[in-house]
């Protein structure tokens, strides 16, 4: 259903529309920086876009535990009053009441329609391990949801990602390129659940593992090489956003150790076995793993068969 409450849950308390109005127009930029509920000082369409418009996510009921929060703007520059995200994009599109909030629905992809599920068939429940997911920028650190491998598998085998993989791989500049990837990717902590993007603040563990592998000479023969690992058995595999690396995700076989330890020694595997060094990044138990676009992504077949 499509009403204020559901925009608002699905744009990080309105915070997102705010991001999305300025990244129409500044598409290479990271627009917002969110940390926390401060997503800083941002550009104003109402002030030659300038940026002087400062954004906050505001508790409504600060007094109690769990209350409902909004994003919430103050023009440093005088130009336009305070209010929240929705009057924001009432005064941005010039519409208001539920011509306003189908706009939004329409324009940033929010998919509100009765009976939508991006991932799957109608009836189909969620089976297997369950970790979050992220809306870009990666300075978002709430996450959106929690999904599985088969989520996973079909946001990178569908379209959600096409546009964002492509321009990333047209970028030359790494510099640049790291600019446009952390700005418009959606990512994953495959490693478990989170409240907010921190090793601290996990929920629940989903006993797996996200391996990184940078700059590969043969990305290909390396994909097959590890989907024959006579020790560890692949659940998901995908090419980077780069195209010149792959995310391999596999179980956490051993649950004694801390997951600091278990990744140093599948990481001593794999320089020992293929003679390649695993992105230390992976110790990190809230690793951000940016999610692209491959159709020829793999799936373990417990999962696909599902």
């Not at 998919?111 to 089976?127: A, F, M, T």
């Not at 929690?146 to 030359?172: F, K, M, P, V, W």
Request: charged share 25%; hydrophobic share 35%; net charge negative.
């Amino acid at each position: 259903m499509i009403n204020r409450k559901s925009i608002l849950d699905k744009t990080l308390y309105g915070a997102d529309i705010y991001s999305h109005i300025i990244r129409e127009h500044f598409p290479n930029e990271i627009v917002m920086h969110v940390k926390g509920r401060d997503c800083g000082v941002i550009r104003n369409p109402f002030h030659d876009w300038e940026p002087c418009l400062k954004v906050d996510i505001i508790r409504l009921e600060p007094e109690k535990k769990l209350c409902d929060e909004l994003a919430r703007h103050h023009d440093l520059s005088g130009t336009i009053p305070d209010g929240d995200a929705l009057e924001f994009a009432e005064r941005y599109y010039g519409k208001s009441g539920q011509f306003l909030l189908d706009h939004l629905n329409t324009v940033m992809n929010l998919h509100l329609e009765e009976d939508y599920n991006p991932y799957g068939r109608k009836d189909e429940k969620p089976r297997g391990p369950r970790f979050s997911f992220f809306r870009a920028p990666i300075t978002n650190t709430h996450p959106y949801k929690s999904i599985s491998l088969t989520d996973a598998y079909a946001y990178i085998t569908g379209h959600y990602a096409a546009e964002q993989t492509r321009q990333l791989r047209a970028i030359r500049d790494e510099k640049q390129a790291r600019l446009y990837k952390a700005a418009h990717f959606d990512y994953a902590t495959f490693c478990g659940q989170f409240s907010s993007r921190s090793d601290k603040e996990i929920l629940q563990p989903s006993g797996l593992i996200c391996l990184d592998f940078d700059h590969i000479a043969n990305v290909e023969a390396l994909f097959q090489a590890l989907l024959q690992d006579e020790y560890f058995e692949t659940e998901l595999l995908f090419r980077s956003p780069s195209g010149h690396g792959l995310k391999w995700v596999i179980p956490i076989a051993e649950n004694r150790m801390t997951h600091a330890d278990y990744f140093r020694r599948v990481a001593f595997y794999i320089k020992q076995t293929y003679g390649i060094e695993v992105d230390k990044s992976g110790k990190d138990l809230s690793r951000a793993c940016f999610l692209p676009y491959d159709p020829d992504a793999y799936i373990n077949p417990n999962y696909a068969l599902r």
